[in-house]
């Protein structure tokens, strides 16, 4: 089994940045598609991008493209989302996920789920 624990969220203003880190243990996830998802309050959980065991990078969500930016760190065993020029529309929950299978970005498909952090932007 893994475990996934998120850190690095809180209250930020417009415009700022906050990196989070997704701190995996149990097993080593170099092999793993690594995901970030978030949830705002009364809306579904959605993908925000995602990165392959070689590094491949994946999103489909426009309004984060060339702001959201996704990493890993093998030897740490840590996923990073480092996110810029954040906007009153980004508070969310962010979760951490981890695929074993591969690049798949699917809510439902994910096998490991960190618990989240919290996100608020102040305008």
């Known amino acids: 089994q893994v475990q996934l624990v998120e850190s690095g969220g809180g209250l930020v203003q417009a415009g700022g940045s906050l990196r989070l880190s997704c701190a995996a243990s149990g097993r080593t996830i170099s092999s793993y598609a690594m995901g970030w998802f978030r949830q705002a309050p009364g809306k579904q959980r959605e993908f925000i991008v995602g990165i392959t065991w070689s590094g491949t990078t994946t999103s489909y969500t426009d309004s984060v493209k060339g702001r959201f930016t996704i990493s890993r760190d093998n030897a740490k065993n840590t996923v990073y989302l480092q996110m810029n020029s954040l906007k009153p529309a980004d508070p969310a929950v962010y979760y951490c996920?981890?695929?074993?299978?591969?690049?798949?970005?699917?809510?439902?498909?994910?096998?490991?789920w960190g618990k989240g952090t919290l996100v608020t932007v102040s305008s």
């Open positions: 996920a981890a695929n074993v299978y591969g690049g798949t970005w699917y809510v439902d498909g994910m096998d490991y």
